[in-house]
């Protein structure tokens, strides 16, 4: 039989749990025909190629990265990060940097929580050392943050802004009041909120990621979603339909689009209906609708069984167990898959 390549003398992995490894393959038309010992290629023609023992295996699959949000971090520098040992020391770091860099609209800095020993940074203490420009507080992990009173008064969050999911996302408040603190997408929408960025610059940026992935070896990926990032993540998805229609798009992306709002359930299930039917390519497809279900430990926002032993909470979920089996249902009705983000117990 004539064969498009012939490959020899090859380290290969199959996985095949029966047959794990293989000298020789061969294809043809897109396909592996023959995956085995040298013996067998005596059935093929072609032009042979000797590895000399070079490795070869499948193609990975990522199950789980966030191509999107990546973009969006690679155009927003999150800020200085902050070494210390205590609250004033982040504090007197933070205002050394403010005055050396002024004229800026917004300060930015990365703090781990841990840090700061038990004390929490509130509104007041940030005003004070940013009364004229925004300051934001990337916590360590990602999934918290800290702000002064411009970036609240921007996005009209005050004493009365309900919380989304008590427990999980929700403005830190004392005496009633918010202190500036945001956990999970209670504080996500304010990352991105004053990032501008290019199609050219997107471009560059995936085309950075897509090289890496190609001579790493990753030849499929799920995106699980971009969080609170929703206008800037249709752009992505439609400059990463661009690229597949000239052909630069050898990965194969099965996309999602990330619910944080359980309020906004129906919306996303129908924007995921959307997608699917305006990014539908060769390596590009989107059928998943993604739920953040709970947070994380490190911030007491996953969900528990058994409460945490500082604060006696349990975390929460987006969903109740009723509201889980009504979007089980909705999403059967659309012929849509389901991804949750879980870390807690419950």
């Known amino acids: 039989m004539k064969a498009d390549q012939i490959i020899k003398n090859a380290k290969i992995f199959t996985a095949n749990k029966n047959d794990l490894q293989a000298t020789a393959l061969v294809v043809k038309d897109g396909k592996f025909i023959y995956i085995g010992d040298e013996a067998g290629l005596s059935a093929y023609e072609g032009e042979v190629t000797d590895l000399r023992g070079k490795f070869i295996m499948p193609?990975?699959?990522?199950?789980?990265?966030?191509v999107t949000t990546s973009i969006g971090f690679a155009y927003m520098d999150p800020g200085e990060y902050i070494f210390c040992s205590s609250k004033k020391e982040a504090l007197d770091f933070m205002a050394e940097s403010i005055k050396n860099n002024p004229g800026l609209k917004r300060h930015r800095f990365i703090l781990e929580r841990k840090y700061l020993n038990g004390d929490d940074i509130v509104k007041e203490d940030l005003d004070a050392i940013s009364p004229d420009a925004e300051l934001l507080i990337l916590e360590g992990e990602g999934h918290s943050v800290?702000?002064?009173?411009?970036?609240?008064?921007?996005?009209?969050i005050?004493?009365?802004?309900?919380?989304?999911?008590?427990?999980?996302?929700?403005?830190?408040?004392?005496?009633?009041?918010?202190?500036?603190n945001a956990f999970e997408s209670s504080g996500w929408h304010m990352l991105f909120d004053d990032l501008e960025v290019t199609d050219e610059q997107i471009d560059a940026e995936l085309l950075r990621w897509i090289d890496y992935s190609v001579k790493a070896g990753v030849t499929v990926v799920f995106d699980a979603g971009f969080p609170e990032g929703e206008a800037l993540h249709e752009r992505i998805y439609e400059r990463l339909y661009e690229l597949d229609k000239q052909g630069k798009l050898p990965v194969l992306i099965d996309g999602s689009i990330a619910l944080t709002n359980?309020?906004?359930t129906k919306e996303v299930v129908e924007d995921v209906k959307r997608f699917?039917?305006?990014?539908?390519?060769e390596h590009l497809n989107v059928h998943t609708f993604k739920v953040f279900m709970d947070g994380t430990l490190r911030i007491e926002t996953a969900a528990?069984?058994?409460?945490?032993?500082?604060?006696?909470?349990?975390?929460?979920?987006?969903?109740?167990?009723?509201e889980m089996a009504e979007v089980m249902k909705l999403l059967n009705e659309a012929g849509l898959d389901f991804h949750a983000h879980t870390v807690g117990e419950r």
């Open 59 to 66: 193609g990975i699959i990522d199950t789980h990265v966030h």
């Open 146 to 156: 800290w702000v002064n009173s411009k970036v609240l008064d921007r996005h009209g």
């Open 158 to 180: 005050t004493d009365e802004t309900p919380d989304r999911v008590p427990e999980l996302s929700y403005y830190v408040r004392k005496d009633g009041h918010v202190t500036g």
């Open 262 to 264: 359980p309020q906004k």
């Open 276 to 281: 699917r039917q305006k990014f539908d390519s």
């Open 304 to 322: 528990q069984v058994t409460p945490y032993i500082d604060t006696n909470k349990r975390g929460s979920t987006t969903y109740s167990k009723e």
